[in-house]
């Protein structure tokens, strides 16, 4: 495995100086956050979900980003339409599975999102991308797992099934393109404890791909990047609370000599 | 009145050895600060309203958080089913009559939701208590009352309708079962210059009693961790927004003694 | 032009003093920080969009904003219901035509919002006021423009038509009703790293027009306590994260020594 460190340095600078906009559809709770996460960290964020508006707003945007966290009928039409919008422009999309296996809504409606369009990048935690995987309707058999080690294989698969790049979060970090997989190994376990950061870092892969054609490397940088400010926001938290805060300001203060501190990839 | 130090301090315990799983159809304008209560006390938050699978999600939960803050037909819905189910699984319901008395809409969900089963604790200020005793229709002639002292005859009168317990907030908060009348007096007022801290007590109160079966208890347990947090939150703080960032931390931080110190029955 | 100091240290006193209910129909994104941000200037939040309920919210509210940051047909219903009332009822209306332009729905959103009732203020960035006047059918040929300043004859065209106050935020903000321009231009550029800072200059412009029958002047006030809050919060953060944080500290601490010392017109 290579080491990751320029192309992250190189990644942010892309993103600051580009500003892409991101076109989200995501879910209630979080999207204060990840309007301020993108905004942060040097992008411009879009939250519309009205079915009138989604393929006009794919079509200003950089990048697609779609969470099923709130869901219901009306959101998961626009989700669909806002996919093949995408993938007829050639837009990066992003899919973050939340709570995949939680309930059979949530199954059928990856299905559908699948359905509709590849994902460039999906992200989740292992227990996510294992039932994102049995959602995908195409592969049978699939073993429960929990540990981000033993979701490598799943990932590999899921990957050869959508001809992305899979994202397994957790203490490292999987991002994984068929035989590829690179790991990023930042982070403070205060992240699990203030509520949508994994979906700021799927926000995040949006903006990264919108920026870097290779969608592997995008990913990479994105959850290094999210990692590394959340080692930064740590040092200066007492709490949930103020870590939530520091880490945004993290996001935007991030200078090359805090990457190459802070980095590391195993 | 027995003093609840000791019961308040092994009650957080079990929520932080439990992180029981809250299940929370909730408003909009809170759900983020909900959700981040809810991680910093310790327990775990589901948001979910889709009719199609808010039985699922009580399924896995270990309580269910009603709050009626912004309503609209669809969630009135599965807020319905949502108690239906938790009642057939026996799990506590807690419901946050918010803005009751303001709308008719208001008073009709809340008839909805008591006729679909009843909670385990109610929570609310004095003015909304009392409007939800008109609304659940088996009462007559209740007279306004504004102070949280006032309305505790009408909280008394609402627990042996709904067969649970009732929350009255306020400078000083009244937790009521039938003739049985807990009291906590922490908290500051820069809480009431924070949206949805009611929605949070409403959610703790479910964290609770998800893990201690005496739902008076629970409730008083919650009451009083809340008010802590905000004293604790208060002698950091310098306006309502450092105070919100200060409170989550102080919900993760909490130890004994800082119940020890802050803790005052009356 | 006349200096306004005076004129915003009582209209900020009024608010704080009468501390006016403000509906709101606003989007997902903002709303915690909408109603933060009113209840630390001084005024109460109301948020509620079920079309059963919103003129019963406005009969009791002394202004109502309308925000059209995340639109569905359902909400737009009610929008246009709740415009209707606060019209009959002579209730101040603010208008934020959030990403005007940016889709058809929007465009005709406004239209719709503009037909049931002239609000009597209306905020936006250049872009959004030039979308604003285009969509509202009663003017033709305009020329798109990106600048606060080169959109001052746009608000006056979209002033005549409403025969209401139109507000163009920038670096510096037009505060416009027909030949009248106010100017302020407190602020920093943080606030353009924070999502939804203009939506709450919006609400504040409610809060304002609440207490303040002359909403040029109560548009001006608020326009100036918003950036001054701003230039308050910038000195102690170090980035967008701690400057929400401090942005809601300021607008509840601020005093008139802070309006004196920050104020700037021009």
Known sequence: MQNHLLSIIEDLSLVRKNSPLVHNITNYVVMNNTANALLAVGASPIMAHAIEEVEEMITISG????????????????MEKAVAKAVKLSKPIVLDPVGAGASQLRNSTIRRILDAGSPSIIRGNASEILSTLSSSG???????????????????TLSRVTKGVVVVSGATDYIIQNEAIHKTSNGDPMMTKVTGLGC?????????????NDHLRAATSAMA????????????????????????????????????????ET
């Open 63 to 78: 990048a697609l980003v779609i969470n099923i966290g709130t869901l219901s009928e009306p959101w998961i039409l626009a």
């Open 138 to 156: 195409k592969t049978k058999g699939v073993d429960a797992t929990d540990s981000s080690e033993s979701a490598i294989e799943t990932a590999q």
């Open 200 to 212: 700021t870092a799927s926000a995040l892969c949006g903006a990264f791909a919108a920026v870097q």
């Open 225 to 264: 990047v999210m990692g590394i400010a959340g080692e930064m926001a740590k040092t200066k938290s007492t709490g949930p609370g103020s870590f939530q805060v520091h880490f945004l300001d993290a996001l935007y203060e991030m200078k090359e000599d805090d990457i190459r501190k802070f980095y590391k």
